[in-house]
């Protein structure tokens, strides 16, 4: 990544683009038309409330994310979205159930007028849904094209400069990339025979990328995570990353294993159990589907502990990870976390998580700064993967042969001095020994 020569205003508006219209897009967008009235403060989304310290602790220079570094302001954002289910925002909204309707009702007018563009959506990708409002564009290569006139065709109607887009579409099977996902040359080619391992998400960011319209993963789908999409994004300049937003279990893990794991705590067993019960449960009640999420969930234990630099402490670790669909809870999920652990003389202790916590509420302001994050990319000149975006990911995409990082507090480190050396800061070490010299 090279440091920015020029980093461009952000002029004019930024269309919000996000493939699916569903619990998590509709609470972003009504929370971002709330913010703009001054009806809500946008909480939870570093863009708007985050702090970055500059310079030595004795300067007292703590900006807001927004003041130093050129993010988009919210009044030039503009949303549009692909669904196969043809209900606006208002009616996808009151439909997910996760604002009341006295947050619904002052923005009403303006939600009911964002309507979902037709889908790319060949269901054996995602198979307990179907819709109707869905493109029939023969091949899958002129499904891309036609998504390509949808992107295009969205930012001239709406008067936008440019362009960013967030997966917030449902959770596909499981996938490995295969020969067709392996360059430029080859996905084209499977494009033009509609290729059965083509999955719909990897036609959206195709898209994009043609476009050059930075393109972020909400889910554990591979979507963009593939040799011949990496390829793309270096050849078109267009910043990536992904995968899966790390909103509620995942988050409580890679906040305390390194905690556990700074203190020399040994541990034995992490069981991690959640009841939910909207949409998003529902497709992932299809094993196909759960085993995306399962594999993006597992990876971060691994990582943070290093059981093979370890053993005594990691080395028999059982880690189990379930989802399980629950109807009444809606979108309040429940997650329990049973953390078996060992101190000192090996003796056993346990510590017991009960999350209630409200999916789409966490995941909003996440997707928030993933579009704004990712518009500056763009502007900053940066292309391919946007390693330092791993802060919002349980699966963070990353360079070839890099492990991913998980440790959260590694990840704000990185994000903020990625920040300060974007915008020409000392990066900030914490060693601190100035201060005593
Ligand atoms: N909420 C969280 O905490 C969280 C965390 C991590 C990941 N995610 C992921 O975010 C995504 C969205 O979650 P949600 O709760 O809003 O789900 P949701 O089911 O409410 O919404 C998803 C929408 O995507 C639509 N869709 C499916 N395939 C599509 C396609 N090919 N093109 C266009 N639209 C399509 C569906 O019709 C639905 O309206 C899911 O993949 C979920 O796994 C959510």
Known sequence: ???????????????????????VSTTLIAGVLLARKGLVKPVGALTQTGTIRLGKRTENRVPRIHEFAPIAKLEDVVFGSWDLFPDNAYESAVHAKVLEAKDLDPIKDELAAIKPMKAVFYPEFVKRLSGTHVKTEATKWDMVEALRADIRNFIKANGCSRAVCVWCASTEIFLEPGPVHQSIASFEKGLRESDPTIANSMMYAWACLKEGVPFANGAPNLTVDFPAALELARETNTPVCGKDFKTGQTFMKTLLAPGFKARGWGIKGWFSTNILGNRDGEVLDDPDNFKSKEVSKLGVLEQILQPELNPELYGD????????????????????????????????????????????????????????????????????????????????????????EHDLFIQSMKLKNTLRWMMGEELITHLGNEYYD
């Open 1 to 23: 990544m090279q440091r920015p020569e020029k980093l461009t205003k952000p002029d004019g508006k930024l269309a919000v683009l996000l493939p699916g219209l569903g619990a």
């Open 317 to 404: 670790l059982y880690h189990k990870v379930r989802i399980n669909y629950y109807p009444p809870r809606g979108d309040a999920k429940e997650g329990w976390d049973n953390i078996d652990i060992f101190g000192w003389l090996n003796y056993p202790m346990q510590i017991k998580i009960d999350f209630l916590c409200r999916d789409s509420i966490l995941a909003a302001p996440l997707v928030l700064d993933l579009a704004l994050f990712m518009d500056l990319s763009k502007r900053a000149g940066f292309r391919g993967v946007q390693e330092w975006l791993s802060f919002y990911f349980k699966s963070p995409m990353t360079a070839d042969g890099l492990y991913p």
